[in-house]
């Protein structure tokens, strides 16, 4: 059985941000937030040392070599977050009824979809910001997944049930997604 070569990801630490980290958990602080992450894996250690973060895996096998892949796409979101931020753009599409959509507290509203008496809700995860423009709504925020799942919530809150879809394509659809 032949051994397999150990793997060690390193990662420079942006100009500007700050790392910690406290056992298995990394925290970033960049101008635009603080985020916080577990990192738990038996036998993925992660340490800082001389400006970056060292991910790194002795005797890897295929799923351990795919997690320390993930856990730095995950760090480099964090950096991309507290840096940039992420913002995901929006469009109210309808061509039936006219749609009316607001923010109330912590949820996006959609009134008048299809018609329907009782309005539709989804929810806007904390630390999410959701801006509405016309026809045009905005979603900003640091987190990557928070962001990404507001929009899911948005489109999903917009589902067409019991129709045609192909005739009734209302709804909020994401149009396109990047940093701010």
């Known amino acids: 059985m032949t051994k397999r070569p150990d793997i060690e990801e390193k990662i420079v630490i942006p100009e500007g941000v700050e790392a910690t980290l406290e056992d298995t ?18 036998q993925i250690k992660i340490s800082i040392s001389d400006g970056s973060i060292v991910i ?11 997690l320390v892949g993930t856990f730095k796409a995950h760090i480099k979101n964090m950096f991309h977050g507290v840096t940039n931020g992420f913002e995901y753009r929006m469009k109210t599409v309808y061509s039936h009824f006219p749609i009316k959509t607001m923010v109330d507290g912590n949820y996006f509203v959609i009134q008048n979809f299809l018609g329907e ?16 423009k016309g026809d045009e709504v905005i979603v900003k925020g640091i987190d990557k997944e928070k962001v990404g799942q507001t929009v899911a919530n948005i489109e999903r809150a917009t589902i067409v049930k019991n129709r045609d879809v192909r005739v009734f394509q209302d709804g909020v659809y994401r149009v396109s997604k990047g940093g701010s």
């Open 25 to 42: 958990r990394l925290t970033i602080k960049g101008e635009k937030g603080v985020l916080s992450r577990e990192f738990s894996h038996p």
């Open 117 to 132: 008496r009782h309005p539709r809700k989804a929810l806007i995860l904390e630390g999410v910001s959701v801006e509405i």
């Open 56 to 66: 790194s895996c002795r005797n890897p096998r295929r799923k351990q070599a795919a």
